[in-house]
Nanobody, 127 residues
């Protein structure tokens, strides 16, 4: 069983930055697709960014140029660096991953063909 744990959320003023991290618990876990999603109050969940097994990155139009995804394969973490934050970036941010047979749907917005594992989310508030 794989557990995903997000961290790094918090409150920030508009124009500020935050970096979220998603850590996978299982040893030698290799997801072929990992994605960040967010859900704002009263809105549907939306894809923010995805990365495939080859390291190719895909971003939603709303965050392109502001958010940057990076992956630490050794530590099995996926980071989401969020710059120039805006009030409409306020949401709960979730990390999700597909298994070794999953692949990216680039969208936009991006997602994975299967989302087998989910974290519990971390709150980001921009005022």
């Amino acid at each position: 069983h794989v557990q995903l744990v997000e961290s790094g959320g918090g409150s920030v003023q508009a124009g500020g930055s935050l970096t979220l991290s998603c850590e996978a618990s299982a040893d030698r876990y290799r997801a072929n697709c990992i994605a960040w999603f967010r859900q704002a109050p009263g809105k549907e969940r939306e894809g923010v960014a995805s990365i495939d097994g080859g390291g190719h990155l895909y971003y939603a139009n709303s965050v392109k140029g502001r958010f940057i995804v990076s992956r630490d394969v050794v530590r099995q973490t996926l980071n989401l660096q969020m710059n120039d934050l805006r009030p409409d970036d306020t949401a709960i941010y979730y990390c999700a991953a597909g298994g070794k047979d999953s692949f990216v749907y680039p969208g936009p917005p991006p997602t994975c063909s299967t989302l087998d594992y989910w974290g519990k989310g971390t709150q980001v508030t921009v005022s």
